[in-house]
């Protein structure tokens, strides 16, 4: 157990619909980041935001937005859905700061868009 | 831009065999290097890592070098267990921020 948690595990919904996921980093991480792993793709990186601010943006799609909010749980919203936002999402965590950490994952969410 | 590349998979061992999975890296910096581990159904795990050149990171059985001069951090392991199978990212992450950038992951199956 990372102590990275997820929810939900998994989501089904249609095309043109609105989702948000959830991610709590571990106690004390400061970092959170968020995946999107698909077999064609591999796993891209998505957003990292630090204490509450959005830090690096990787290859986010603009009908994607993410958040961190005080007590440093974030949300990933994906909204118009397409047949080709299914996929892993991951959220990641780390202690953040100017070094370079490990960071620890997330078990995923699981989208299903039909 | 920074970049890591991994042999492609998949690859399939008999139980005790040797492994290597070749990773070279591009970066601009001096990066800290990485290997993570993705079994069935879960998240990725960090399974070691190397903050300079010449550092060996070790965990489980699996080694990896950090060679600077030829950008590389292959992973080794003497004698895989069919418990080993799993999909290995290569990845990493410049000093001065905290993106991480993976490689495409290496599959490995472990046959008994």
């Known amino acids: 157990d990372s102590g990275v948690t997820q929810t939900p595990k998994h989501l089904i919904t249609a095309t043109g619909q609105r989702v948000t996921l959830r991610c709590s980093p571990r106690s004390g991480d400061l970092s959170v980041y968020w995946y999107q792993q698909s077999l064609d793709q591999g796993l891209q990186f998505l957003i990292q935001y630090y204490n509450g601010e959005e830090r690096a943006k990787g290859n986010i799609l603009e009908r994607f937005s993410a958040q961190q909010f005080p007590d440093l749980h974030s949300e990933l919203n994906l909204s118009s859905l397409e047949l080709g936002d299914s996929a892993l999402y991951f959220c990641?965590?780390?202690?953040?700061?100017?070094?370079?950490?490990?960071?620890?994952f997330g078990p995923g969410t699981r989208l299903t868009v039909t | 831009g920074d970049s890591v590349t991994q042999m492609e998979g998949p690859v399939t061992l008999s139980e005790e065999a040797f492994l290597t999975i070749n990773c070279t890296y591009t970066a601009t910096g001096y990066p800290s290097l990485f290997w993570y581990v993705q079994y069935p159904g879960e998240g990725l795990q960090l399974l070691l890592k190397?903050?300079?050149?010449?550092d060996k990171g070790s965990n489980k059985g699996f080694e990896a070098t950090y060679r600077k001069e030829t950008t590389s951090f292959h992973l080794e392991k003497g004698s895989v267990q069919v418990s080993d199978s799993a999909v290995y990212f290569c990845?990493?992450?410049?000093?001065?921020?905290?993106?991480?950038?993976f490689g495409p992951g290496t599959s490995l199956s472990v046959i008994p």
């Open positions: 990845a990493l992450s410049e000093t001065s921020y905290d993106k991480v950038i």
């Open positions: 190397a903050t300079k050149a010449d």
């Open positions: 990641a965590s780390s202690v953040g700061g100017g070094e370079s950490y490990e960071q620890y």
